[in-house]
């Protein structure tokens, strides 16, 4: 079984620092790596899909890095913003569809 | 587009009842997924569809729980003789085929289910 660990539990920062969210599995035999974004409240938003044969996505501010030998990806959010407060989760599913979460991290972006 | 939705956004029940929770996934995605996510922790698997059949329901977790998606669209979710330990939030998620490694699952906001 897949085991996913997200540390620290929880972060807060002043805006405009960079933020790292670090990811850590136990079966280097993923098959892709996917971080999400949870509002209070709310259901999951799709951030980054890394796929297995890749080392890193970016989308704008955000950029995510998957070491498989390791078993580590992190997140980096460059530049943070208040609307960045949210907690986000990585999940990896082990070569198919069932993703395996990790418990989040909850991010404090302190105006 | 539309997302994935879910109704209702909150149930509460009492003990014993039977609820059911609907997931309407985005148009055209073969595959849909159910999670179940306790306070303060990630999402966990529950069931898996690819179409209308069932192709992995081994985080279901125990019979009192059921799904279908009869026609390959909607699915519903379904828990009889709910105990507190029910209470949680039920996601939903689609995804366009579930069977490549690109494949994102776009989630859905939720079902908020509350059993006293």
């Known amino acids: 079984k897949q085991e996913v660990t997200q540390i620290p539990a929880a972060l807060s920062v002043p805006e405009g620092e960079n933020l790292v969210l670090n990811c850590s599995f136990t079966?280097?035999?993923?098959?892709?790596l996917q971080w999400f974004r949870q509002d209070p409240g709310k259901g999951l938003t799709s951030l980054l899909l890394?796929?297995?044969?890749?080392r890193e996505q970016t989308s704008g501010r955000l950029n995510a890095s998957l070491d498989k030998s390791s078993g580590r990806s992190t997140l980096y959010i460059a530049a943070s913003q208040p609307g960045d407060s949210a907690t986000y989760l990585c999940a990896g599913p082990i070569r198919d569809y069932k993703l395996s979460f990790g418990a989040g991290t909850t991010v404090t972006v302190r105006a | 587009g539309a997302g994935v939705s879910q109704t209702p956004s909150n149930k509460v029940t009492e003990k014993g009842k039977y609820v059911e929770l609907r997931c309407d996934p985005i148009s055209g995605h073969t595959a849909l997924y159910w999670y179940r996510q306790s306070l303060g922790q990630g999402p966990e698997f529950l069931i898996y569809f690819q179409g209308t059949g069932a192709a992995d329901d081994s985080g279901l977790p125990n019979d009192r729980f059921f799904a279908v998606r009869p026609e390959g669209s909607v699915s519903t979710l379904k828990i009889q003789r709910t105990e507190r330990g029910d209470s949680a939030v039920y996601l939903c998620?689609?995804?366009?085929?579930?069977?490549?490694?690109?494949?994102?699952?776009?989630f859905g906001p939720g079902t908020r289910l509350t059993v006293l």
């Open positions: 890394i796929q297995s044969s890749q």
């Open positions: 998620a689609s995804s366009l085929s579930g069977l490549t490694s690109g494949d994102t699952q776009y």
């Open positions: 079966d280097s035999a993923i098959y892709n």
